[in-house]
């Protein structure tokens, strides 16, 4: 059985912090591999215009090249309507179904989880790798698993994580304002940016 790790997210751009969570995630709780699974019309993200699918995908698929053990999944961008996790980790459980997964996301998250599309079915297909941030009380996140576990027999690994000032909105800010983002996102990835003409004009 392989432990696969799942990382969702718009990826618009991918950077160095995305990357580094998933390889502290293989080192710490021992996965094989970490899969990516850039969003295709996600829900929670209305309020602005993105870069399509497919080039967030093209990006994710850059900044994985080299590395075996991870690699980008095109699973939501082709799937019509909105995107919701739940579907894709039970997709992936029916698909591979000798494999076991860990859904990979801040700590933040278990706060805001029970707001999202059938959170029951999330913790049922997946266990939970949450990176918490130094800042974090542990005592309420103690708390708020424990409430976790008792509702929906979530199956949730709490790692420790440094956090680093890097946001996909910052960088999109900063290649507006004309500002470099070398070391921030791979060098691949910002060529594509570079060469599209991505995130100049957003407001």
Known sequence: MR?????GGTFDPIHIGHLLLARCAMEEVGLDE???????CS????????????ERFQ????ALLGNDRMKCLDMEIKREGETYSYETLETLRREYPEDA?????????LFTIETWKYPERIFAAASVIAAVRNEMPLEDMAAKIEQLKNRFGARITLLPFL???IS?????RRVRDGRSIRYLVPDNVIAYIEE????????
């Open 3 to 7: 432990k696969i790790g799942i990382m």
């Open 34 to 40: 970490v899969w990516f699974v850039p969003t295709g």
């Open 43 to 54: 829900y929670m993200k209305k309020d602005r215009e993105m870069v399509s699918p497919q």
């Open 59 to 62: 990006m994710t698929e850059l």
């Open 101 to 109: 997964f860990y859904f990979i996301f801040g700590a933040d998250c």
């Open 163 to 165: 956090h680093l000032e």
């Open 168 to 172: 996909s909105t910052d960088i999109r």
């Open 196 to 203: 599209k003409g991505f995130y100049r004009n957003e407001e």
